[in-house]
């Protein structure tokens, strides 16, 4: 079993930045990869950003230039640094891991963000 805890979700500008954060139970070197969804109302979960254990990282078109994710070691955290805001990005973002040989998927409860003037 793996326990996903996200935060840093919030209410934020049009143009501003966000960092959330997904803190996993154990070592983040169990996992084969990384990642971060988001589901607006209405809407399919959608993939916005992953890593692989090797370093290699994913993005949706939509969040290109505009999103980093990366990942503490020392911390057993991914992160999603968001930059440049929109309100098309307003959702309720999730973490979800992969674990190594199994390949066994966990969730996260996650964690709202809305962009709203």
């Known amino acids: 079993q793996v326990q996903l805890v996200e935060s840093g979700g919030g209410l934020v500008q049009p143009g501003g930045s966000l960092t959330l954060s997904c803190a996993a139970s154990?070592?983040?070197?169990?996992?084969?990869?990384m990642g971060w969804y988001r589901q607006a109302p209405g809407k399919k979960r959608e993939l916005v950003a992953r890593?692989?254990?090797?370093?290699?990282?994913t993005y949706a078109d939509s969040v290109k230039g505009r999103f980093t994710i990366s990942r503490d070691n020392a911390k057993n955290t991914v992160n999603l640094h968001m930059n440049s805001l929109k309100p098309e990005d307003t959702a309720v973002y999730y973490c979800?891991?992969?674990?190594?040989?199994?390949?066994?998927?966990?969730w996260g409860q996650g964690t709202q963000v809305t962009v709203s003037s």
């Open positions: 154990r070592s983040i070197f169990s996992f084969a990869a």
């Open positions: 979800n891991v992969v674990v190594v040989l199994t390949h066994e998927n966990y």
């Open positions: 890593m692989i254990s090797g370093g290699t990282t």
